[in-house]
């Protein structure tokens, strides 16, 4: 390997075990760190990548119209999805309908009412749950009843 080649141009690494070193810069002096040191600096890994998934707290809209807490902090992370085709929904019809996503008031069921803070999750989208404080909730609408959603958080 020449010093001018790029890391983009590096072969990737396999089966990680933890003694590899790397490069770091600390107090602006170039140093060396195991792969091992790096991961336990976030109590042995951390991040979506090193936590065990949970299911939400709920996962379909018992009534339409009627929002519903899906996550509560503190958690590190997690996502919503507004599942498609209409029968993964578990609503009647021929269309699949949108999913409304608010993390700081219980949103409408419609796109009119949805606020400025409300994100619209069209039928198939993911909506990634960022790291949340306790006592911040994620909340969840549809218009039907029935309306289930695949809702996964990361303690």
């Known amino acids: 390997m020449s010093i001018a080649e790029t890391i983009t141009n590096l072969p990737y690494a396999i089966g990680l075990a933890g003694n590899e070193q790397l490069e770091i ?3 602006g002096t170039s140093k060396r760190a195991t792969v091992a ?3 336990a600096l976030n109590g042995g890994g951390g991040g979506p990548g090193f936590v065990t998934p949970e299911a939400g707290l709920a ?3 018992i009534t ?3 929002a519903i807490v899906v996550a509560s902090g503190p958690i590190s992370g997690g996502y919503v999805i507004n599942p498609n085709p209409v029968a993964a929904q578990g609503i009647g019809g021929d269309v699949p309908e949108n999913g409304y996503l608010d993390m700081t008031e219980p949103p ?3 796109d009119s009412t ?3 803070t409300t994100s619209i999750l069209f039928p198939g989208d993911r909506f990634d749950l960022p790291a949340l404080n306790g006592g911040v909730s994620v909340y ?3 218009a039907s009843s029935g309306h289930k ?3 996964v958080i990361y303690p």
């Open 25 to 27: 810069v600390q107090n």
């Open 37 to 39: 040191q790096v991961a």
């Open 59 to 61: 996962f379909e809209i």
């Open 64 to 66: 339409g119209g009627t």
């Open 108 to 110: 409408g069921s419609t």
């Open 114 to 116: 949805a606020s400025g």
């Open 140 to 142: 969840v609408n549809a």
């Open 149 to 151: 959603l695949t809702v």
